[in-house]
């Protein structure tokens, strides 16, 4: 069965400090990844998906991850973080195409001090 | 614009109600997805459908019934029979002929009184 592991359940970061989230999954065979940023009271955003090629995959505002088979590791990173960053974070693991059975992870929760 | 609306926001539910939470998409997408979002739980899914007319449960479908009799809509209605409904719930939709991610709504917060 697939699923995802989040680690962190909340993460505080200065405003302009680096960020890294982590994500773990376990999946069968190749999977399709993504990151979704949720604030408060309101649905999920897409930020960047992974299916095949370049494991560096680049997203909307600023945000990168990086895709490594070997540790089964998909984490979310941003070079600078600013105060609009703080929501909660979910890493989704699930197959391509047809029905999505995606697996979400529980969330973390990202807070900005100035 | 294209996208996916919930309604209502906010809905509040008496013992042994059934209430109906609305799902409406203009994305011409074939699959819709229900959703159910509890602190540290991540999101859980309800139902899902991939056609008009068809439908299939998900992990948690106890206590819930939907219908797909357009494509553009997905109600869910949470019946007397789920004992715990508090909760923020999502809608979701793709489409089904690439590998496109799931868009959602922007939720309705349930709430017992």
């Known amino acids: 069965a697939q699923s995802v592991t989040q680690p962190d359940i909340h993460i505080t970061v200065s405003e302009g400090a680096s960020l890294e989230l982590r994500c773990n999954y376990s999946?069968?065979?190749?999977?399709?990844l993504f990151w979704y940023v949720q604030s408060p009271g309101q649905g999920l955003q897409l930020l960047l998906k992974y299916f095949s090629g370049d494991t560096l995959v680049q997203g909307i505002k600023g945000f990168e991850a990086e895709f490594k088979r070997s540790q089964s590791s998909f984490n979310l990173r941003k070079p600078s973080v600013h105060w609009s960053d703080a929501a909660e974070y979910f890493c989704?693991?699930?197959?391509?195409?047809?029905?999505?059975?995606?697996?979400f992870g529980t969330g973390t929760k990202l807070q900005v001090i100035p | 614009d294209g996208g996916i609306t919930q309604s209502p926001k906010y809905l509040f539910r008496k013992e042994g109600q059934n209430v109906t939470l609305s799902c409406e998409q203009n994305?011409?997408?074939?699959?819709m997805y229900w959703y159910r979002q509890d602190p540290g739980q991540g999101l859980r899914l309800i139902y899902y459908s991939q056609i008009v007319n068809d439908f299939q449960k998900g992990d948690i479908a106890e206590g819930y019934s939907v219908s797909r009799e357009k494509k553009e809509s997905f109600p869910l209605t949470v019946t007397s029979a789920q004992k715990n409904p508090t909760a923020f719930y999502l809608c979701a939709s793709n489409a089904l002929d690439s590998n496109q991610p799931q868009h959602f709504g922007d939720g309705t917060r349930l709430s017992i009184l």
């Open positions: 994305l011409n997408h074939d699959a």
């Open positions: 989704a693991v699930g197959a391509s195409g047809g029905y999505q059975k995606v697996t």
């Open positions: 999946y069968g065979a190749t999977p399709y």
